[in-house]
């Protein structure tokens, strides 16, 4: 089956690690995102990634690294710089750029 | 500063009766619009989307309307199922730039029996 899969869906962290979601997609599509979602808010975009071997900062990047090595995988780092890091975290995908984008399922980061 | 904003953090329709979300937009340079559904632990399912050159959008029993003067719009569910009880958002995206979107917070919809 074609989709986006994320793993794991719960994750949990001691204060100061860091910590890698995964994101893999058989869609074939060009680009990537990462969202969050906090309790009370909309879903604010973290990093996106147009192309294999290129990505750009969203709007909440600080404390977030990603990766855009193959065309399929898109993890993301939650480091020890995020202060905030415990939020429910959304990998999408789209055909490219000006597509409509699918979500994966999501991942829970909780810190222990 | 919320660009898309949805002021009902709740709604509860009987089963049965017409189901209407509101989202407000304060970006002028919006151009296309979104309805997403989310079930808990799950990521959102695409809906249904207007873009700005039209005023309404209809898809089996949800259709969406634009009034772009009130940079306002609404989703309407008819009529609206238990299944239908989920979280929904409403997002915006500027020319060209149809994948960075802007989401509102959310309106939880219970449908009741």
């Known amino acids: 089956d074609g989709g986006i899969t994320q793993s794991p869906k719960y994750l949990f962290r001691k204060e100061g690690q860091n910590v890698t979601l995964s994101c893999e997609q058989n869609l074939n599509h060009d680009a990537m995102y990462w969202y969050r979602q906090d309790p009370g808010q909309g879903l604010r975009l973290i990093y996106y990634?147009?192309?294999?071997?290129?990505?750009q900062k969203g709007d909440i990047a600080e404390g977030y690294s990603v990766s855009r090595e193959k065309k399929e995988s898109f993890p993301l780092t939650v480091t020890s710089a995020q202060k905030n890091p415990t939020a429910f975290y959304l990998c999408?995908?789209?055909?490219?750029?000006?597509?409509?984008?699918?979500f994966g399922d999501g991942t829970r980061l909780s810190i222990l | 500063d919320q660009q898309v904003k949805q002021n009902s953090p709740s709604l509860s329709v009987q089963e049965g009766r017409i189901s209407i979300l509101n989202c407000d937009y304060t970006?002028?340079?919006?151009?296309?619009f979104l309805w997403y559904k989310k079930y808990p632990a799950e990521g959102p399912t695409f809906l249904i989307s207007?873009?700005?050159?039209?005023d309404k959008n209809e898809d089996g029993r949800f259709t969406v309307f634009l009034n772009k003067s009130a940079k306002h719009l609404s989703l309407h569910i008819v009529p609206s199922q238990p299944g239908d009880s989920a979280v929904y958002f409403c997002a915006a995206s500027g020319t060209g730039t149809a994948s960075k979107l802007t989401f509102g917070t959310g309106t939880r919809l219970q449908v009741t029996l």
């Open positions: 999408a995908s789209s055909i490219d750029w000006t597509a409509d984008i699918s």
């Open positions: 207007i873009s700005s050159i039209k």
């Open positions: 970006n002028s340079m919006f151009d296309y």
């Open positions: 990634s147009q192309i294999v071997n290129d990505f």
